[in-house]
């Protein structure tokens, strides 16, 4: 009943309440969270390290977001792994994958922590420390370094806390760390005179105490009971889980990328001007912070916006999904428009909070940078909200293309490019050069995004036309006996075969029912429940099953068969029925397969389709088929073990059914 009012409120209420209401928490936890970054640069900028102290904890910062892409990418994919198995009441798998999760990021942690220890000073140099600023980079990166496994638990704890229903505990444990680092830096860097160490000092014990807090939680929630068992890692869960986090990990490597080359030509061509290669660096460290304030605003906007768009899009309510996009995409364009005026207005009071003001060659290259290099940031602001969007309702490869397109398709090579046109035309003016190869990747960014919003709304009209009616169904009470599971090849007849079953048994038999049976419990639409399963895109298939609106319709399905298979014996087809119905103790499993050149020529018949044709549609579908298995299964998809009967169905149709009904027969 919970869930059904929750989808009632998704679908019915005014947009702008459901956007404020699901927005600000996510902007207030992702500001909470930027402070840990831009704390320890004010502090540092206005003590007398000045710029040179900025620039020192901003090449730290590439290698920490290292370190935090694993982070997420494991956090990110237990808790959807979670999700599931709590969709499921699968505990058993949901304390293993959360205690899996654990074992793994800390193994990582110190894995990491022993590498950086090893080459820390070459690797500070790789990401753009100099002669001035290498000394104070190490002395924060070893004492942040020696707390890394608190910091990448810390974060893939909290992303699962958020997904066990706990987002308030999450928050606190962010700002409780976030304000004892704001105290703890002025007492540190200016009282004890520690300097950049106190601001190090200030960080770590922030995050431990987050750490703390997080790990507290674990052994409290009713979600879910670690014991010794779940820590020992469980890989075939762990594997699923992970490619779950994956869109988590690649965003955040992109960053990391983005900063390592950029770091490089700042030191490049920073050497070749007047600036030297430190002023550059600094002034980049607190623009990056800064343009993450912004984004964080951008993206909790969107984030907030997700269950909406997501519970729409599977209802097939479009014209909600495009008030919610327009919303979105309005609040996004004030963002953007704000900051742009303020960074090209007043750019000088941000550049004073991160001190150095006194600085005439710092002031200059900061105010340049600001104008420059975030002039078009509207239009990073888009970029990074159709990205999310995409990712909201169940096109990650549209995602991917989107956020990527402009990080490390155009900036990469453009920040490489520019600056070197520039230098060859006049010496020192490389440095400069290097500012616009942001505003010239925003710019094809934005149009590469625009072009995919405005394709898939176009697609989406086209495709309306062109659904089919929906199925009429109800659940048809019957005795009880037994329940027969069919998974089938595409073009094996496994549909024809259950319907045959169910005919000799006298018993029901539900293969399109059940998406119609789901699409209306859940008030998805019967289309998209029904795609799912058949017609999942190729690429990024694992992310694509991972997306909120995905998981919605695979909990309606799997709802749905367990309320068919309490209601007595009947015949299931598809829908990966054999898995939902694990616990069930009247189940029988079949798999029905046929040779590749049988199944090609049923495919022609029933379909009409040339040679060519049927052969890619059956290794399309049986792709989907098999990924959707093993998302919410974690086995692999016609696996003989996990069937009482595989039946090779050339014998032909009526053989194959005769065959189950014998077995049925002994059975019972």
């Not at 209420?13 to 209401?21: G, P, Y």
């Not at 990966?576 to 798999?591: G, K, Q, S």
Request: with cysteine; aromatic share 10%.
């Amino acid at each position: 009943m919970e869930q059904t009012n929750q989808n009632h409120i998704l679908g019915e209420e005014k947009i702008s309440k459901l956007l404020v209401k699901f927005s600000i928490p996510c902007i207030l936890s992702l500001l909470i969270s930027a402070l840990y970054n831009i704390v320890d640069q004010i502090f540092v900028g206005n003590s007398e390290l000045g710029y040179l102290g900025n620039a020192a904890t901003g090449i730290v910062f590439p290698i920490l977001i290292i370190a935090q892409a694993f982070a997420w990418c494991i956090g990110d994919g237990c808790a959807a792994y979670l999700s599931i198995c709590q969709g499921k009441k699968d505990t058993q798998n949901a304390h293993r994958c959360i205690g899996t999760g654990i074992t793994v990021t800390l193994i990582l942690s110190v894995i990491m922590l022993v590498l950086c220890a090893m080459w820390r000073e070459p690797l500070l140099r790789l990401f753009g420390a100099s002669d001035q600023t290498v000394g104070m980079a190490v002395d924060y990166f070893t004492i942040v370094l020696c707390f890394l496994p608190a910091f990448m638990l810390m974060n893939m704890m909290n992303a699962v806390i958020r997904a066990d229903g706990s987002p308030a505990v999450s928050m606190a444990s962010m700002s409780l760390g976030a304000i004892l680092n704001i105290i703890l830096d002025p007492v540190f860097i200016f009282v004890f005179k520690w300097g950049i160490a106190g601001a190090a000092w200030a960080t770590v014990i922030g995050q431990t105490v987050s750490f703390i807090v997080s790990t507290l939680y674990f052994f409290k929630t009713k979600s879910f009971h670690l014991k010794k068992a779940s820590f020992v890692p469980q890989f075939k869960i762990f594997n699923n889980a992970l490619k779950l986090g994956a869109s988590s990990f690649i965003t955040q490597m992109s960053i990391v990328v983005i900063s390592l080359v950029c770091n490089i030509m700042l030191a490049k061509y920073g050497s070749l001007s007047i600036y030297g290669q430190d002023i550059p660096i600094s002034v980049i460290s607190i623009e990056t912070k800064v343009f993450t304030i912004v984004i964080n605003i951008v993206v909790g906007i969107v984030l907030g916006g997700q269950p909406i768009l997501g519970y729409n899009i599977g209802a097939g309510k479009m014209n909600r999904v495009r008030d919610t996009y327009r919303m979105i995409l309005t609040a996004t364009l004030a963002v953007g428009i704000v900051s742009t005026l303020v960074f090209e207005i007043c750019p000088q009071v941000i550049i004073n909070i991160f001190g150095s003001g006194n600085n005439a060659l710092y002031t200059e290259y900061a105010q340049r940078t600001f104008r420059i290099f975030l002039s078009l940031v509207i239009f990073t602001c888009v970029i990074k909200m159709s990205s999310i969007f995409f990712q909201a309702v169940g096109k990650p490869v549209m995602a991917v293309v989107a956020s990527l397109t402009r990080d490390i398709v155009c900036f990469v090579p453009l920040v490489i490019l520019i600056p070197y046109v520039c230098e060859i035309n006049q010496a020192g003016s490389g440095i400069n050069g290097i500012l616009f190869a942001a505003p010239a990747a925003d710019l094809i960014g934005m149009i590469v995004a625009v072009s995919l919003t405005m394709h898939y709304f176009r697609t989406w009209e086209a495709g309306e036309s062109n659904i089919p009616l929906p199925v009429s169904a109800g659940i048809r009470p019957s005795r009880k006996g037994v329940i027969v599971t069919i998974a089938r090849e595409h073009g094996s007849c496994g549909k024809r075969i259950g319907q045959l079953v169910a005919e000799q048994i006298g018993v029901a038999c539900y293969y399109k029912e059940m998406t119609a049976l789901a699409a209306q419990e859940s008030g998805l639409a019967q289309r998209f429940i029904s795609d799912i399963n058949e017609n999942s895109p190729e690429l990024l298939r694992s992310v694509y099953l991972s997306t909120n609106v995905v998981q919605q319709a695979i909990t309606a399905q799997e709802q749905i068969i367990r309320k068919i298979a309490d209601n007595g014996s009947c015949v299931i087809v598809g829908r990966a029925a054999d898995y939902v119905l694990n616990e069930y103790t009247d189940v029988i499993r079949v798999f029905i397969y046929a040779p590749r050149e049988y199944r090609i020529k049923r495919v022609m018949e029933m379909y009409g389709d040339t040679m060519d044709e049927g052969r890619k549609n059956i290794a399309r579908s049986d792709a989907a088929r098999a990924a959707y298995y093993r998302n919410i299964s974690g086995r692999t998809w016609g696996e003989p073990h996990g069937y009482h009967l595989c039946i090779d169905s050339s014998c032909g149709v009526d053989a194959a059914a005769n065959i189950i009904c014998d077995y049925i027969n002994q059975k019972i």
